[in-house]
Nanobody
Framework: QAQLVESGGGLVQPGGSLRLSCAAS????????MGWYRQALGKQRDPVAV???????KYANSVKGRFTISRDNAKNTVYLQMNSLKPEDTAVYYC??????????????WGQGTQVTVSS
């Protein structure tokens, strides 16, 4: 079993910045891909950014050049640096991790979600 705990959401004005963090803990042998999704009110959950175990990254077109995903493998933590935020970035942000447990089973785990609101 593993758990993901997110932090860093909040209210920010347009053009501002926020940094989200997501720490994985529990019976973790290794983590492959990690990433962030978001879900705006009344809409589906969409991918925002992902980082592979090898460090390759991929972004949604809507956030390219503004958001940066990174990970600290020693801490089993993934980050999302969000700059130049826009009102349309308002959503609940969820992190996920592709975990291999100490029993060598593979699961996808999700965080509980953190609210990001961009408004003046």
């Amino acid at each position: 079993q593993a758990q993901l705990v997110e932090s860093g959401g909040g209210l920010v004005q347009p053009g501002g910045s926020l940094r989200l963090s997501c720490a994985a803990s529990g019976s973790i042998f290794s983590i492959n891909g990690m990433g962030w999704y978001r879900q705006a009110l009344g809409k589906q959950r969409d991918p925002v950014a992902v980082v592979t175990g090898g460090g390759s990254t991929k972004y949604a077109n809507s956030v390219k050049g503004r958001f940066t995903i990174s990970r600290d493998n020693a801490k089993n933590t993934v980050y999302l640096q969000m700059n130049s935020l826009k009102p349309e970035d308002t959503a609940v942000y969820y992190c996920y991790a592709e975990v291999t447990t100490t029993s060598r089973r593979k699961y996808d785990y999700w965080g509980q979600g953190t609210q990001v609101t961009v408004s003046s």
